[in-house]
Nanobody, 126 residues
Framework: QVQLVESGGGLVQPGGSLRLSCTASGSIFSIYAVAWWRQAPGKEREFVAHIIRSGGSTYYETSVKGRFTISRDNAKNTVYLQMTSLKPEDTAVYYC???????????????????WGQGTQVTISS
């Protein structure tokens, strides 16, 4: 089992920056990839970015490419999402998700993740 805890959400003005953290505990060695997803009120959960735990390759959703950076610190069992040039449309609950080594399928689909955090609210408003 893996437990995920997000932190770092808050209220930021448009154009500002925020860094989210996702700290994992439990069977860390079983994690293949970690992703950030977000869900705005009345909308479907949306993929934001993922990072492969071994090797560190990354992938971003088009609307955040160049503004968001996902990174990892394996020594701290933590994945970060650095968000810059934030826009009101980035407002959402941001979730961290982990995919185990045994699960297969596209990393762009939420059903292919085993573990989810509780979410952290990000609000972009002046």
């Amino acid at each position: 089992q893996v437990q995920l805890v997000e932190s770092g959400g808050g209220l930021v003005q448009p154009g500002g920056s925020l860094r989210l953290s996702c700290t994992a505990s439990g069977s860390i060695f079983s994690i293949y990839a970690v992703a950030w997803w977000r869900q705005a009120p009345g909308k479907e959960r949306e993929f934001v970015a993922h990072i492969i735990r071994s090797g560190g390759s990354t992938y971003y959703e088009t609307s955040v490419k160049g503004r968001f950076t996902i990174s990892r610190d394996n020594a701290k069992n933590t994945v970060y999402l650095q968000m810059t040039s934030l826009k009101p449309e980035d407002t959402a609950v941001y979730y961290c998700a982990a995919r185990s080594l045994t699960l297969k399928g596209s990393l762009l689909l939420p059903e292919n993740y085993d573990y989810w955090g509780q979410g952290t609210q990000v609000t972009i408003s002046s």
